[in-house]
């Protein structure tokens, strides 16, 4: 492990490692430019699994990003009884489409970092793993994982942010995963009960400073709301129930 | 009044040509300050046009589904965060602004803030007595109210509980809401038109008096001429808010900037417009502190209005402190789990009681130490706006108390465990164990940061080589051009900024009317 400490402080050019002194390591979210220095695949194989197998066709990510992505959601959410797998959920095709929603120079960033992540060289220099993440025991996942949690430069911590919020908004995103945290979704809505455009209704002056003490504020009557339906069971959202009467406001023409 | 055809929302994503106008006034945003200004400007007879990024969602298209939402109805699809990922920032980007999604809390500016602008930045005319009549009317117009303590929601119920045991002082929250189903989807949009945000309100009256609103119209460039804004250039966007290559040009006699603390000083940036380095500058944020309790009982967060109870016990700490305010967040699982510390099995088992899951939230009020400069809005050389923020030690003690006092309120409460929002989560059962989180790491990344209150960055003030508008708003190299928005604030507020944008925007709106009307 000598080799490993002694090339993190002396030699080799990685995310967050000379923050604030080399220039063209200011990356926006993620960074780019270990992939130039060690990109290569000759550390390790990688195991990149067939499309088809992803759910892919994607829109950004490639096979490789995609497996990536998918091997990390499999140790960020481990098996457990009732949640599903990334996989149940189509993960890689969800994260696709969040990608697919940003600018372009931030896809290319996070398909480096996606990269990035999942590179030998990195693995080597920076957790003396010799594999690719794919390539990786489940232990080794998690210490790769780790590692780049509790670093201590803060560009691969923002990374490891970076990649635990595209995973876990795709995968708790899904309702298939609303069993397993209780979550019993939306309400059936009574939209024929919903207000016609009231009246203005004059609310009482009130204190500007906010309150101290305790107590309900006296004076204005507060509103009552409507008795909430019970919750249903989990449901795919597809439609969302009648339209309220509302203002005709034509949309779309020309100006 | 207007002679003109009636007022519409325009997609712009379907226009097929290019357009132009000439109304009187371009507002470019429909949020809390540009839909009030809209809409008063209307209704004394100019002809307005509103420029919008985002689309227009009536109730009927809205989805109870955070998957949708966060995509659809937030700024940067939901991914808006400081350049370094540490402070999550969550901001609207719709017909209505953050007030589409927002969670209808509505405080008055409390006055002491008022005299401090006054005071320290020489803001003239700005005070308690001037605002009180257009707050009073915005409280009636949005029908904001107090929130009845019998049906405040378990999650709220917790923070009143628990801060009524330590007995530190507590209120429940007036909110904008109208015929409310107290459902607890504010922050996907309201789907039964209850919340009186401004989509439903103050644009719908500009459109009333002869408005028309670009949706999907995003202003991009201010084109100057000698002292004035002789045009605003925007893009028409597509509905997933990719550029269609259509234009819509607005050339106007008044131009109001009102895409809050982050758009309105990206749009003069990215238009050179910096004449004295301060665009950009003093941006605040209310960088927020979560705790998570789990109890013996359902809580279930995800249900019932989000936010109804609020404690200031800690606002004020004294000289060289910063203060902080407590209040209670949602839980649905996409908002959560993206928000949570760690991953893993730790993760999962927390997720996994989520329906027994309390969420409340420390608010550090930022901007009012003397040396305190609060973050930074730029342009990056590939064109993106760039957020920074680096907080301060001063900010990070702030946090701690917030999180232990969260903490202290969850235990009082009978939580059975406290979890902090740390990589390495604290886990408190008792009391004695909230001192744990003193040695816990407070530092960016290693525990969750979050902001849905940014502000400043066109600072109001008396001196043009500190400030960026004057007391009326205007900006003070400009003849033509005023910010009425969250950004002209010269601190933090100390409370949530909604109604103070509503107040000053009704206030504005005079002065800009008799400017240059």
């Known amino acids: ?51 088809p197998a992803l759910g892919g066709p994607f829109q950004v990510l490639s096979p490789l990003e995609a497996t990536v992505l998918l091997t990390l959601a499999e140790r960020l959410v481990p098996p457990r009884e009732g949640f599903p797998r990334p996989m149940d959920v189509d993960l890689p095709r969800r994260a696709d489409a969040v990608v697919a929603l940003a600018p372009e120079a931030t896809q290319n960033e996070l398909r480096q970092l996606v990269r990035l992540f999942d ?29 780049w949690q509790t670093s201590r430069y803060a560009l691969r911590r923002t990374g490891y942010k970076a990649l635990k ?30 207000p016609q455009e009231p009246a203005p209704k004059r609310a009482e002056a009130r204190h500007a400073e906010p309150k101290r003490g305790e107590g309900a504020p006296e004076g204005a009557a507060p509103q009552r709301p409507r008795p909430r339906p019970a919750a249903p069971a989990p449901r795919e959202l597809e439609e969302i129930p009648a339209p309220r009467s509302g203002m005709d406001l034509p949309q779309g023409g020309k100006p | 009044m207007s002679e003109s055809a009636p007022g519409r929302i325009v997609d712009a994503a379907e226009l097929r040509r290019d357009a132009e106008e000439t109304p009187d006034v371009c507002v470019v945003g429909s949020g809390a300050g540009g839909a009030v200004v809209a809409a008063r400007l209307a209704a004394r007879g100019l002809r307005v046009v509103v420029l ?79 605002l009180e009549p257009h707050f009073q009317a915005v409280e009636e117009r949005l029908h904001i109210g107090p929130w009845p303590l019998e049906v405040v929601n378990a999650n709220n119920r917790v923070l009143w509980e628990g801060a009524g045991r330590l007995s530190w002082d507590r209120e429940v929250i007036h909110r904008n809401v109208f015929g409310c189903q107290n459902l607890g989807y504010c922050g996907t949009a309201c789907p039964v038109g209850a919340k009186q945000s401004m989509d439903q309100t103050y644009v719908q009256d500009a459109v009333r008096d002869g408005a028309r609103v670009y949706a999907h119209a995003r202003a991009v460039r201010l084109e100057k001429s000698g002292k004035r804004i002789a045009a605003v250039q925007a893009q028409a966007l597509d509905s997933s ?20 603390a982050i758009n309105s000083p990206q749009l003069l940036l990215r238009s050179g417009y910096d004449p004295s380095g301060r665009v950009g500058r003093r941006t605040f944020l209310h960088p927020v502190v979560a705790s998570a309790a789990i109890f013996p009982d359902k809580v279930e967060a995800f249900y019932g209005a989000p936010q109804s109870v ?118 408190m059962r008792t009391e004695s164990d909230v ?16 902001s849905a209150h940014a502000m400043g960055g066109c600072a109001m003030g008396r001196d043009p080589e500190k400030s960026v508008v004057d007391s009326r708003l205007k900006l003070h190299w400009l003849d033509n051009v005023w910010v009425v928005d969250g950004s002209v604030f010269p601190t933090g507020l100390g409370v949530n900024p909604q109604e103070t944008i509503f ?4 206030w504005a709106a005079d002065h800009i009317a008799s400017a240059g009307g």
């Open chain 2, 52 to 130: 919008e990024e985002g689309g227009y969602y009536p109730p009927e298209k809205v989805k109870m589904d955070e998957a949708w939402a966060f995509p659809a109805l937030y700024q940067e699809h939901g991914q808006r965060a400081t350049a370094d990922l540490s402070i999550t920032v969550l901001q609207g980007r719709a017909v209505g602004g953050s007030t589409l999604v927002n969670w209808t809390t509505s405080f008055r500016t409390p006055p002491r803030v008022l005299r401090h602008w006054a005071e320290v930045y020489g803001v003239s005319g700005l005070d308690e007595k001037a």
């Open chain 2, 310 to 427: 609020a404690s200031h016990h800690f606002a004020d700490r004294g000289r060289g402190k910063v203060g902080f305010f407590l209040e209670a967040a949602p839980a649905q699982p996409l908002l959560i789990a993206t928000s949570l510390g760690g991953f893993g099995a730790l993760h999962e088992e927390q997720m996994s009681r989520l329906a027994y899951a309390n969420g409340l939230i420390a608010l550090s009020i930022d901007g009012f130490l003397p040396e305190e400069e609060g973050g930074t809005v730029s342009i990056r050389s590939d064109g993106r706006v760039r957020l920074d923020y680096p907080i301060r030690p001063e900010i990070w003690e702030a946090l701690r108390e917030g999180n232990k006092a969260l903490a202290r309120v969850q235990l009082a409460a009978g939580a059975s465990v406290v979890y902090s929002f740390h990589e390495n989560p604290v886990v």
């Open chain 1, 165 to 194: 919020k595209i995973v876990y908004a795709a995968y708790y995103g899904s309702p298939k995963v609303w069993p397993a945290v209780g979550y019993p979704g939306p309400p059936p809505l009574d939209a024929s009960e919903r």
């Open chain 2, 435 to 450: 001192a744990l989180l003193d040695r816990a790491p407070w530092e960016p990344l290693r525990v969750g940061v979050f």
């Open chain 1, 1 to 51: 492990m000598w080799r490993r400490g002694r090339y993190r402080r002396e030699r080799i050019l990685l995310p967050g490692e000379h923050e604030g002194r080399r220039g063209f390591l200011k990356w926006g979210l993620a960074g780019t430019a270990l992939l130039a220095v060690g990109g290569g695949t000759w550390l390790a194989t990688r195991r990149t699994r067939p499309l």
């Open chain 2, 241 to 260: 808010g990719k550029p269609t290559g259509r234009k819509v040009t607005v050339r106007s006699r008044l131009v109001v900037l009102s895409g809050g």
């Open chain 2, 503 to 506: 107040g000053i925007a009704h």
């Open chain 1, 119 to 147: 590179n030998a060289l990195t693995g080597f220099l920076l957790d003396g793993q010799f594999h690719t993440f794919t390539d990786s025991t489940l232990e080794q996942q998690d210490a790769r994982i780790a590692a």
